[in-house]
């Protein structure tokens, strides 16, 4: 358990209005991340963050922003919902410690975040 | 970038052996990480490899070749609950932000 809570794990929307999907972490990692999963696409990485303030764009990060103003949380906004990002949405952080047998910054995942844009 | 592919659905039989091949092509590399999903879950890590050669863990096996841009994971002895998506990424070593490009997974189903 890494320590990773996602809020809202499901959620309903219309088009065109913002969500804003969170991600709270409890042990102090530098790296969170939030990737989307879709079938046949497997999972992408739509942002990043790499510190408080500090973070960076994934392959699909149109149509999202993302905010880090605490290291425990990751903020993922959605400006203007549409219907193609209905996803599962997976939130991830870079566990710092590492062993012999899994290496340091080793991405471990939150539960996910099902959101559908009718 | 990178380009990460994998067979998209294998079977196999209740305590037979099972290899899943994952072919990766990149810019820069820095390990390959295999990820157990079962439906309606999150990913779990499995295994890791950086070097040449194979990594046991159990049941669980992985092993990489890098000249060759390839990697298995072997599954031994198994069980019915190793039905589950599996899937293969790449950490790249270029940009820092100790990114991870996944492949699409490899449904695996175990039947009696």
């Known amino acids: 358990d890494a320590g990773i809570t996602q809020s809202p794990r499901h959620k309903v929307t219309e088009t065109g209005t913002p969500v804003t999907l969170r991600c709270h972490q409890t042990e102090n990692h530098r790296y969170m991340y939030w990737y989307r999963q879709d079938p046949g696409h497997g999972l992408r990485l739509i942002h990043y963050?790499?510190?408080?303030?500090?973070?960076d764009k994934g392959e699909v990060s149109d149509g999202y922003s993302v905010s880090r103003s605490k290291t425990e949380d990751f903020l993922l906004t959605l400006e203007s919902a549409t219907s193609s990002q209905t996803s599962v949405y997976f939130c991830?952080?870079?566990?710092?410690?590492?062993?012999?047998?899994?290496?340091?910054?080793?991405?471990?995942f939150g539960e996910g975040s099902w959101l559908t844009v009718v | 970038g990178q380009n990460i592919d994998q067979p998209t659905e294998m079977t196999a039989t209740e305590g037979a052996i099972v290899q899943i091949n994952c072919t990766y092509q990149?810019?820069?590399?820095?390990?390959l990480f295999w990820y157990q999903q079962h439906a309606g879950e999150a990913p779990t890590f499995l295994s890791y490899?950086?070097?040449?050669g194979l990594e046991e863990k159990g049941r669980f096996s992985s092993f990489l070749s890098r000249s060759k841009g390839y990697s298995y994971l072997l599954l031994k002895e198994l069980q019915m609950k190793d039905s589950a998506s599996y899937l293969c990424a790449v950490r790249d070593a270029k940009g820092g932000g100790n990114k991870l490009t996944f492949g699409t997974g490899t449904q695996l189903k175990v039947e009696l």
């Open positions: 991830a952080i870079g566990y710092t410690g590492g062993t012999s047998e899994v290496p340091g910054n080793t991405i471990y």
């Open positions: 990149t810019s820069g590399f820095n390990g």
């Open positions: 963050s790499y510190g408080v303030k500090d973070t």
């Open positions: 490899n950086v070097l040449d």
